[in-house]
T-cell receptor, first 116, second 115 residues
Framework: DARVTQTPRDKVTEMGQEVTMRCQPI?????VFWYRQTMMQGLELLAY????????DSGMPKDRFSAEMPDATLATLKIQPSEPRDSAVYFC??????????????FGNGTRLTVT | AQSVTQLGSHVSVSEGALVLLRCNYS??????LFWYVQYPNQGLQLLLK??????LVKGINGFEAEFKKSETSFHLTKPSAHMSDAAEYFC?????????????FGQGTELSVKP
């Protein structure tokens, strides 16, 4: 059963440290999304890619966050430097086809980030 | 701006009782609507979706939702709750038709099922 894989599952780090979260989308999916989930804000879209090209990263704090897709099997989300307010669960999701409402997103199990 | 509002952050029902989770959307154009479920420590799974075909949509695990344009609603129902239905439920809308995956989520409703 194909699934989106995220690593690490949990990450605890100190303020100021760099954090890298990784996502392996489902093979053949050409869209990748990063969402952040917090109690206060709920689910927020940070960035999304189509065919490895960033389409929209307006939800991401540009000064400290960056998202890339080095290849079709890997998406990364980096925070440098991290701050306590970045503590959240970060979800990666992939979809098989852009432009089709019949193509639901498949979510990974998330990376729970705690910045102390 | 387009948005989704879920009424009630927490709903509690008894096992066997009707489940009703409310979702209203705000959109200036016809939306595509979704319900996702999130179990503890897991990602979101698609329950069902409305894509302008039938207004009554059936999903997995016995859930269904009805799109009512006049009420701008897409409430989720299940006739008889099961203990395994306890989870958080998210209503979502996409309004970029050529970017079908860009979902705007509601704040979520946590469903508790009492024995």
């Amino acid at each position: 059963d194909a699934r989106v894989t995220q690593t690490p599952r949990d990450k605890v780090t100190e303020m100021g440290q760099e954090v890298t979260m990784r996502c392996q989308p489902i093979l053949g999916h050409n869209t990748v999304f990063w969402y952040r989930q917090t109690m206060m804000q709920g689910l927020e879209l940070l960035a999304y890619f189509r065919n490895r090209a960033p389409l929209d990263d307006s939800g991401m704090p540009k000064d400290r966050f960056s998202a890339e897709m080095p290849d079709a099997t890997l998406a990364t989300l980096k925070i440098q430097p991290s701050e306590p307010r970045d503590s959240a669960v970060y979800f990666c999701a992939s979809g098989p086809e852009m432009g089709s409402y019949n193509s639901p997103l498949h979510f990974g199990n998330g990376t729970r980030l705690t910045v102390t | 701006a387009q948005s989704v509002t879920q009424l009630g952050s927490h709903v509690s029902v008894s096992e066997g009782a009707l489940v009703l989770l409310r979702c209203n959307y705000s959109s200036s154009v016809p939306p595509y609507l979704f319900w996702y479920v999130q179990y503890p420590n897991q990602g979101l799974q698609l329950l069902l979706k409305y894509t302008s075909a039938a207004t009554l949509v059936k999903g997995i695990n016995g859930f269904e939702a009805e799109f009512k344009k006049s009420e701008t609603s897409f409430h989720l129902t299940k006739p008889s709750a099961h203990m395994s239905d306890a989870a958080e439920y998210f209503c979502a809308v996409t309004y970029f038709y050529n970017q079908g995956g860009k979902l705007i989520f509601g704040q979520g409703t946590e469903l508790s099922v009492k024995p």
